[in-house]
């Protein structure tokens, strides 16, 4: 039997994280004034137990999660049995979805991909909104609100999460230190590997909601260097009318090079 993570242990690795240093880098912006967006960008260094963060007040306020919510959204669910395993395939009902790549059977790896909305929708339904609670309530997720229905909280609901936030739970995920069993954080850990080099495995994970004023668009994840946890970061920015998709990986790539995370990123979307 895998083991679990006591709760005191989470606790004192969150305290932990709240109590290392943060170094402002406000020479950041000038990624995210290139592309005409707001933003913010931070980073956690484990060999100097500090955050770099560019735009501390954003970092600190909270957003609807979209998609990088799945993250949270496949642990509760393999912790309660709404996903079986990383092999357990849910059918497309063959009806017409938003993007092409949605409209096909999926596993918890493709589907994280992807951003399959569908099925982290099927998972939700599956695990039902007591068990979310107390998913989320053990996670420590943002403000653990699931107004709005549990196939939509964190799509067009009310659940919200910070920059900060998502780096500190992403953190005690890369070292196994969640309130859950180390195969379910196996599990996700597998799911979310975008890339691996030589150099390195890159962990990544996306999303966006809303539009106009509302809208924001996610990156986040962590990156790996012979085995040990080299750095974990979170983006967010509000997205302008012109803004492409291709932007946001163009200034996670900048501010992960800028920072030292990363020498050289190859990676798609």
């Not at 969150?14 to 880098?25: C, E, F, K, Q």
């Not at 100097?48 to 735009?55: F, I, S």
């Amino acid at each position: 039997m895998e083991r679990f993570v006591s709760p005191l242990l989470t606790l004192f690795a969150g305290l932990r994280g709240r109590a290392s240093p943060t170094l402002a880098r406000p020479e950041w912006h000038a990624h995210f004034d290139a592309k005409g967006v707001r933003g913010t960008f931070v980073v956690y260094e484990p060999a100097n137990d500090r955050y770099l963060v560019c735009n501390e007040a954003r970092a600190a306020q909270r957003f609807l999660p979209a998609s990088t919510f799945e993250i949270a959204n496949a642990l509760i669910g393999l912790e309660v049995g709404s996903i079986g395993d990383e092999n357990e395939v849910f059918g497309w009902d063959r009806r017409p979805k938003a993007r092409p790549a949605w409209e096909r059977d999926h596993t918890l790896a493709t589907a994280m991909r992807e951003s399959v909305a569908w099925m982290f929708q099927e998972v939700a339904r599956r695990t039902g909104r007591e068990r979310m609670q107390e998913g989320l309530d053990r996670l420590q997720y943002g403000n653990r609100d699931l107004k709005g229905g549990i196939e939509h909280f964190w799509l067009q609901g009310a659940l919200r999460v910070s920059a900060r936030e998502q780096v500190d739970l992403l953190r005690r995920l890369a070292e196994g230190s969640l309130a859950m069993t180390q195969r379910s954080q196996r599990l996700v850990r597998e799911a979310l590997v975008l890339e691996r080099t030589r150099a390195h495995t890159l962990y990544a994970k996306s999303g966006a909601s809303g539009t106009g004023r509302s809208a924001v668009w996610w990156w986040v994840g962590w990156i790996e260097r012979k085995g040990r946890l080299a750095a974990v970061f979170a983006m967010n920015f509000a997205p302008g009318a012109a803004t492409r998709a291709a932007d946001r990986l163009e200034i996670g790539r900048a501010l992960l090079a800028e920072s030292g995370a990363l020498r050289a990123v190859q990676m798609s979307a």
